[in-house]
């Protein structure tokens, strides 16, 4: 499949990302190690990112206020899988191009990989990217979950963790992080007494936090908390350097789009292969 790219992986969680990780890749230092020159063990590492665009439309989107549903493809989601073996066990780590993942469905994708791959179901970490242009696997404020994406999405998942095994090289492994302080903030803010808006989500309507209260707000006070501005980057390459998979961290939320999309979250900076 076109956008199936075993020996590929990458993703980070905003378009500025690509600059922030070009500039930590040249103005950082990154810890790395092989541990494949250690005597016996032999450090392995498989990557595959699976297509888990749906196929049957309409979906129903979550992520909104009230529920809608998309009928067509913008850009493809993908499940990236990642499998590491230090050669004494394995872990499986997966970023999905999900708003939320239920912990039900996640079991179900963990029991029919580990049956797959015999990786036990606690060293296999599934996340979810947040993108608000995915079919819903989990019912969320006015929308219901989409069950015949829910059928289709969880054993894709689980071939992608198996298709990751079956990857595996002997590799080096890296890491960093950066900071990018320009693209976080915090939206909650503390509001004076009284004049928060009606909460959306509980109808309640003394709350003295509130969502985006508008820049300039004379009634907001303060953040209610800090923001986390860290790029943290994990680096796997072939030992002759080639680059095997790169997953990236950074807090920010979703975008928006209007059909199924992975919202712009993700890049890919490594040729294929
Ligand atoms: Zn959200």
Same mark, same amino acid.
């Given at each position: 499949?076109?956008?199936?790219?075993?020996?590929?992986?990458?993703?980070?969680?905003?378009?500025?990302?690509?600059?922030?990780?070009?500039?930590?890749?040249?103005?950082?230092?990154?810890?790395?190690?092989?541990?494949?020159?250690?005597?016996?063990?032999?450090?392995?590492?498989?990557?595959?990112?699976?297509?888990?665009?749906?196929?049957?439309?309409?979906?129903?989107?979550?992520?909104?206020?009230?529920?809608?549903?998309?009928?067509?493809?913008?850009?493809?989601?993908?499940?990236?899988?990642?499998?590491?073996?230090?050669?004494?066990?394995?872990?499986?780590?997966?970023?999905?191009?999900?708003?939320?993942?239920?912990?039900?469905?996640?079991?179900?994708?963990?029991?029919?990989?580990?049956?797959?791959?015999?990786?036990? #179901?606690?060293?296999? =970490?599934?996340?979810?990217?947040?993108?608000?242009?995915?079919? /819903? $696997?989990?019912? %969320?404020?006015? &929308?219901?979950?989409?069950?015949?994406?829910?059928?289709?999405?969880?054993?894709?998942?689980?071939?992608?963790?198996?298709?990751?095994?079956?990857?595996?090289?002997?590799?080096?492994?890296?890491?960093?992080?950066?900071?990018?302080?320009?693209?976080?903030?915090?939206?909650?803010?503390?509001?004076?007494?009284?004049?928060?808006?009606?909460?959306?989500?509980?109808?309640?309507?003394?709350?003295?936090?509130?969502?985006?209260?508008?820049?300039?707000?004379?009634?907001?006070?303060?953040?209610?908390?800090?923001?986390?501005?860290?790029?943290?980057?994990?680096?796997?390459?072939?030992?002759?350097?080639? #680059?095997?998979?790169? =997953?990236?961290?950074?807090?920010?939320?979703?975008?928006?789009? /209007? $059909?199924?999309? %992975?919202?712009? &979250?993700?890049?890919?900076?490594?040729?294929?292969?």
């Amino acid at each position: 499949m076109k956008n199936q790219k075993p020996h590929l992986w990458a993703i980070a969680q905003s378009k500025s990302i690509a600059r922030v990780l070009t500039a930590i890749c040249i103005a950082t230092h990154m810890s790395s190690y092989s541990v494949a020159d250690e005597q016996s063990k032999t450090f392995r590492a498989g990557a595959f990112a699976i297509d888990i665009s749906p196929v049957e439309f309409p979906v129903i989107v979550n992520g909104s206020m009230t529920q809608k549903t998309a009928g067509k493809i913008i850009d493809p989601l993908h499940a990236r899988c990642l499998v590491l073996d230090d050669g004494e066990g394995q872990i499986a780590i997966v970023v999905v191009d999900s708003c939320m993942l239920p912990r039900e469905l996640l079991d179900e994708v963990k029991d029919l990989a580990s049956s797959a791959t015999g990786i036990a #179901p606690n060293r296999i =970490l599934i996340s979810a990217t947040h993108t608000h242009s995915a079919p /819903s $696997a989990m019912g %969320a404020l006015g &929308t219901d979950r989409d069950d015949r994406y829910c059928h289709f999405v969880v054993p894709r998942i689980a071939q992608g963790i198996q298709r990751a095994q079956k990857n595996l090289v002997p590799a080096k492994i890296g890491w960093a992080v950066g900071r990018d302080e320009k693209n976080v903030g915090c939206r909650r803010w503390l509001m004076k007494p009284g004049v928060a808006p009606t909460n959306p989500f509980s109808g309640t309507t003394n709350d003295r936090a509130t969502m985006h209260p508008g820049y300039g707000n004379e009634n907001a006070i303060e953040a209610t908390g800090p923001v986390d501005p860290s790029v943290t980057i994990l680096s796997l390459q072939t030992l002759d350097g080639r #680059p095997l998979a790169l =997953l990236a961290n950074y807090s920010m939320h979703y975008v928006g789009a /209007s $059909a199924v999309s %992975a919202d712009q &979250t993700i890049l890919v900076f490594f040729a294929a292969r």
